[in-house]
């Protein structure tokens, strides 16, 4: 906010704020708060790669569909959208929420450790200051790596034992590093078929794949996204900046400066109640358009039941516990009648911003 005002030299107070799409409610309703302690009238939050695809699309002019493959520092996202005459619609998102840069330099930290533990005998789990330096020293090789084939990770008096200081040098090549992480740029597969399955698309259909976040310029990531969609990744958005332009284009669209774009964004995750037996049962399916709303009837289980306990979750799996739980509430003051026969109308609302509300 404050680095806008600068640069603007005027007082800043609506925002459009973006997260990763796979974001849950909770996740999406705390990114809110917190734009709201910051002063800022958070006017709507939208989707990063969503956002992405903004940026890319809004000068094109070909209809096309396309693929959005975002790694950033803590979360990944992979969106595949339509977009055609200025109409950009969603058509699937997947992700995972706990992938990102920061466990690529947790991965190779832990291979670093155990090498310095193999050759020096000390164990630097247990020195927190020297852990910290081996942290910088492993994002710095990591980005080192992305445009050169060996690096050298050098920390001179990193810790000390009985027989004195002890220093750390090491060299690292290219394929060593993409050994150490080749599990987590493997998890970013899955969610990508799942999102093309879900989009009803075949990686034949889809007309460029764009890429971004930070980690989306490691080599062997841009090597698998090719794989993947069959084609060579798009080099038209800057991956750190994308996002943010796309955030300005619909705050352009929100103040009515511009008015030729239309954005049809999705829910990420499948909306639903824990009923009989603990089963999660779907009301709103995840990939539906938003703003969304779905009324359902509810009726007692018991004769002279005068209270109902809803519980409300956000996920995919067949069971009510092994979703994310969005909140629970009770419905009271229900007059004493036979089981089934009361009927209790709740509307479930997602708004543009993915949150959802009950009525």
Do not use: W
């Not at 940026?55 to 959005?68: E, M, P, R, S």
């Not at 942290?135 to 084939?149: G, P, Q």
């Not at 990770?153 to 990193?158: F, G, H, T, V």
């Not at 993409?178 to 599990?183: K, N, P």
Request: hydrophobic share 40%.
């Amino acid at each position: 906010k404050e680095t806008a005002e600068n640069y603007l030299g005027t007082k800043v107070k609506n925002a459009v704020v973006t997260v990763p799409a796979y974001f849950n409610d909770s996740q999406r309703q705390a990114t809110k708060d917190a734009g709201q302690i910051a002063g800022l009238n958070v006017l709507r939050v939208i989707n990063e790669p969503t956002a992405a695809a903004l940026a890319y699309g809004l000068d094109k002019t070909q209809d096309k569909i396309i693929a959005v493959y975002d790694l950033g520092g803590g979360t990944f996202d992979i969106s595949v959208l339509e977009i055609q005459k200025g109409v950009f619609e969603v058509k699937s998102t997947n992700g995972d929420t706990f992938l990102g840069g920061e466990d690529f330099d947790q991965h190779l930290l832990r291979h670093i450790v155990k090498e310095f533990k193999r050759e020096s005998g000390v164990d630097l789990t247990k020195d927190n200051m020297a852990l910290q330096r081996v942290r910088e020293a492993a994002e710095k090789a990591k980005c080192e790596l992305s445009s050169s084939l060996q690096t050298d990770i050098n920390l001179p008096y990193l810790t000390m034992d009985a027989s004195g200081p002890k220093h750390l040098n090491m060299k690292l090549s290219r394929a060593q590093f993409e050994g150490i992480v080749a599990d987590l740029i493997r998890r970013t597969v899955a969610p990508c078929q799942k999102a093309m399955q879900d989009a009803e698309v075949s990686k034949g259909d889809i007309g460029e794949v764009l890429l971004v976040g930070g980690m989306s310029r490691m080599p062997k990531v841009q090597q698998t996204v090719q794989d993947l969609f069959g084609r060579a990744p798009s080099k038209s958005v800057n991956p750190d900046e994308a996002v943010a332009i796309g955030a300005a284009i619909q705050g352009g669209v929100l103040a009515g400066d511009v008015t030729d774009v239309l954005l049809l964004d999705v829910t990420p995750l499948s909306l639903g109640i824990e009923t009989l037996g603990g089963v999660f049962t779907k009301l709103i399916n995840r990939n539906t358009t938003i703003p969304t709303k779905k009324s359902q009837v509810f009726s007692t289980a018991a004769d002279g039941q005068t209270q109902v306990e809803i519980k409300v979750c956000q996920g995919e799996r067949e069971m009510a516990l092994d979703n994310k739980v969005l909140g629970q509430f009770t419905l009271v003051g229900i007059p004493p009648a036979p089981r089934g026969v009361p009927q209790i109308e709740v509307t479930f609302d997602i708004d543009a911003n993915g949150i959802v509300h009950v009525s």
